[in-house]
Nanobody
Framework: QVQLVESGGGSVQPGGPLRRSCAAS????????MGWYRQAPGKQRELVST???????NYADSVKGRFTISRDNAKNTVYLQMNTLKPEDTAVYYC????????????WGQGTQVTVSS
């Protein structure tokens, strides 16, 4: 069984940075992509960014150029550096690990609130 433990997040003023991290325990092989999703009040959960074990990345258009995802395969950890944060980035952010072929192997972190406000 895989568990994802998130850290980081919190509150920040517009334009500020935040860094999230997510460590996976259990069996996360190179076949898993890891990443981040978010859900704002009254909205559906949406993709923020993902990264494969080989380093291929994917970003939502709304965060391109501001957010950077990275992954340490040795530590089974994924990071999300969020810069130039905007109020519309306010949401609960969830870590995810999903097998790229057998997509039913799909695990989620507990979610952490990120609030961007002056």
């Amino acid at each position: 069984q895989v568990q994802l433990v998130e850290s980081g997040g919190g509150s920040v003023q517009p334009g500020g940075p935040l860094r999230r991290s997510c460590a996976a325990s259990g069996s996360i092989s190179s076949g898993y992509a890891m990443g981040w999703y978010r859900q704002a009040p009254g909205k559906q959960r949406e993709l923020v960014s993902t990264v494969t074990s080989g380093g291929s990345t994917n970003y939502a258009d709304s965060v391109k150029g501001r957010f950077t995802i990275s992954r340490d395969n040795a530590k089974n950890t994924v990071y999300l550096q969020m810069n130039t944060l905007k109020p519309e980035d306010t949401a609960v952010y969830y870590c995810n690990a999903r097998h790229v072929v057998n997509r039913w192997y799909d695990y989620w972190g507990q979610g952490t609130q990120v609030t961007v406000s002056s």
